[in-house]
């Protein structure tokens, strides 16, 4: 058993694969597959790729024109009817339109009638697609697949290694991590998951055998204005930051559910959160505003 | 630390077999040829008990030993083609019932065949394999040949799986010609060429129901037309057809904690000669690591008599036979496979011990003198080119 590690840059961050393989040349054959479906994914969903499906979505807004789509696609819109309904309305793939109002790089807080003037925009129950095709009934209206890609593309490296022979496979795209079975010597994969506040210290170390871990936080966008933090994470019907939990991180069998249910958490207010993550029954570590750590992870006997 | 699951809570059964019908979690539905070639050899030894004076006339004799190897080998061609190649040798010897009489005390004792029959069977299999989105065909030709016994068959088989990927339905048909030339001299036989038809069909659906859990169904049919006697047992006349029915029923569970899988696989046969049977297997598939699985397993089988089976044959009726096989009776078989890979190889190891008794089944009957037990040993060594 050799151990191999790969580096690489996918969907806006940096990406890695960490593996144990008994054969480095069949290695070699599993990364080529699992790198080139990470960006298959990315080239189909990113909306920063013109000719991406995404883009061809959005650009067709307003028009009444229905753009075709293929089962995965088909697939990751019930999937996020799912969640949007599951989440009571909270995890919407068309709010990011909502970002045109919100800079938080500027340090400004936008108007009340900016957002107003966005919110129509807003809407899961807008969008009308089926099987065959999506539309976006209203001119400007965006969708964004970044709220489940980035997982599902984890899971989908993790299911190409192991598909091609690697027993024994860790995939992280930026955070977003899916194992393929756990390392021959112990129990699975460490993993430590970042403090909100001080980047390069840990909050948690965890083990993951198998299946997927992800983490939303406000941490990575935020500002603050007289003395209140405004994070990123916006709800699709005020359209203001939730001002719920700073993080979140779940275990799932998938990662796809695992990044969906931290979503979820960080949407709901602090307490609601809480409630989630409890009522889901996976193990989960969530961090409130005043940096105080909740969740069965760590008393499970992580540090 | 374990994921621990609480499959209860809705949203997260909601989200969870939401996430399910994407492509990525359905390598396991996704119909492809198999990417590298494999070849595989097995060697069996099948070993009965011998028989023992009070159950045979002349006192205990020996039954039947076969030893069997079997070379397998599977390859991609083209895209979406694979061929296999299965040959099998076997040789048998030994001595099996000729016919049952009557003791002194009245109890019925088989007479052997006396002099040891021996026998050598070569069989040649070629299967080419079509592979689509959606699920793949099959069709192949099997040609069987033994000093007494010519068979040739072809068979058509596919599966079909349902746009989620959770569903497989699947089909086959086949035909097999065979031809039987008894080989005289050890006993006297009852024809001296003999042919027969058997045409058959299949059809099962195979759907996933949980992320842990798999259950299937299956009917078939068969019909057999031809001489259907077995020409080396004395006192033996069987009808010229037979129509038989199975239905069966399988469930896979796997245990994430135990790293185990349960099969549990039910089937039950009935046919037009009044012979029925329940099976039931139970197997415990064990993945010790990564490289080793063991596989303890148990087999409970029961059978109705055939309408014309008496163990002293009632030769004034139309149809009679005294064969052991078409007696009542009950049997377990039980037994371990061992499996272990090595880098490309794959060697496995199996054990199984088949017991039978009258008294052990759900049906009633005449015991037959002439019921066996045996002993089966495996050896495999399986190569995967990549």
């Keep these: 058993m050799q151990r191999v590690d790969h580096s690489f840059k996918a969907m806006g961050g940096p990406a890695r694969f960490r593996m144990e393989v008994d054969d480095v040349g069949l290695a070699d054959v599993a990364v ?61 793939l068309t709010s990011g ?57 984890a899971d989908s490296a993790a299911a190409q290694l192991q598909r091609h022979g690697v027993q024994c496979a860790l995939v992280d795209l930026a955070g977003d991590m899916a194992a393929a079975g756990a390392p021959l010597h112990g129990p699975g994969w460490p993993i430590g998951i970042r403090h909100p506040r001080a980047r390069d210290s840990a909050a948690a170390t965890v083990i993951l055998p198998k299946g997927g871990l992800a983490s939303s936080g406000d941490y990575e966008r935020c500002m603050e204005i007289d003395g209140v933090r405004y994070g990123h994470i916006l709800n699709p019907t005020t359209g203001w930051p939730v001002g719920g939990l700073v993080a979140v991180s779940v275990l799932a069998d998938q990662c796809l559910v695992a990044g969906s249910a931290a979503t979820v958490g960080m949407l709901k207010p602090a307490s609601q959160g809480l409630e989630w993550l409890e009522g889901l029954g996976l193990p989960w570590l969530a961090i409130d505003m005043d940096l105080q750590c909740h969740g069965n992870l760590l008393e499970a006997g992580s540090h | 630390m374990a994921a621990q699951k609480n499959d209860r809570n809705p949203a997260l059964m909601a989200l969870t077999s939401s996430a399910l019908l994407l ?293 004034d009726q139309r149809y009679f036979a005294d064969d052991y096989r078409l007696s009542a009776f009950g049997a377990f078989s039980y037994g371990l496979r061992a499996s272990r890979k090595i880098q490309n190889w794959e060697v496995s190891v199996d054990a199984e011990r088949y017991q039978t008794d009258e008294s052990w089944g759900v049906f009633s009957g005449e015991e037959s003198p002439g019921l066996v037990d045996f002993w089966r040993y495996g050896i495999g060594l399986n190569y995967i080119f990549k």
């Design chain 1, 97 to 153: 339109v909502l970002r045109r109002a919100w800079d938080f790089r500027s340090g400004r807080l936008p108007g009340q009638s900016e957002i107003d003037a966005i919110l129509p925009l807003v809407g899961w129950d807008k969008v009308r697609w089926d099987e065959q095709g999506v539309s976006l009934p209203l001119k400007d209206m965006e969708l964004d697949f970044g709220g489940c890609v980035k997982e599902y593309a």
């Design chain 2, 23 to 315: 492509p990525a979690y359905q390598s396991v539905q996704a119909d492809a040829p198999p990417e590298f070639a494999e070849a595989g050899m097995q060697y069996s030894k099948y070993k009965e008990d011998d028989i023992t004076g009070k159950k045979a006339f002349g006192g205990g004799s020996e039954r039947f030993d076969i030893d069997v190897a079997q070379f397998h080998l599977l390859a991609p061609v083209l895209d979406d083609w694979s061929v296999a190649v299965d040959v099998a040798w076997e040789d048998m010897s030994g001595a099996s019932p000729w016919f049952v009489g009557e003791s002194a005390s009245g109890d019925p004792k088989v007479i052997m065949s006396g002099a040891s029959i021996e026998d050598t069977r070569t069989e040649v299999s070629v299967t080419t394999r079509y592979y689509f989105d959606r699920g793949n065909g099959g069709l192949s030709l099997t040609y069987s040949d033994e000093d007494d016994y010519e068979s040739k068959a072809v068979a058509f088989d596919g599966a079909f799986n349902s746009a989620d990927g959770m569903t497989t339905y699947s089909g086959a048909i086949s035909y097999s010609d065979d031809h039987i030339d008894p080989t005289q001299g050890a006993v006297p036989t009852n024809t001296t060429s003999a042919s027969k038809d058997i045409y058959s069909a299949w059809a099962g659906v195979t759907r996933i129901v949980s992320k842990r859990a798999i259950v299937r169904f299956g009917l078939s049919y068969t019909y057999r037309d031809g001489f259907l006697t077995d020409p080396y047992k004395f006192r033996d006349s069987r009808p010229d057809e037979r129509k038989e029915w199975v239905a069966s029923g399988g469930y896979r569970r796997y245990f994430e904690e135990q790293n185990s899988a349960l099969h549990v696989d039910y089937r039950y046969f009935n046919d037009d000669w009044d012979v029925q049977s329940h099976t039931l297997d139970v197997a415990w598939v064990w993945d010790y690591s990564p490289a080793v699985t063991y596989t303890p397993f148990i087999r409970y089988y029961t059978q109705h008599e055939a309408e014309f089976f008496n163990n002293l044959a009632q030769r």
């Design chain 1, 32 to 92: 080529t597959a699992a790198v080139a479906e990470v960006e298959r994914l990315e080239r189909k969903y990113s909306r920063y790729l013109d000719d991406s499906l995404t883009s061809r979505i959005n650009r067709a807004a307003g028009t009444d024109e229905v753009i075709p789509v293929d089962a995965e696609t088909a697939g990751l819109l019930h999937y996020a009817t799912t969640v949007w309904r599951e989440s009571g309305g909270l995890f919407d």
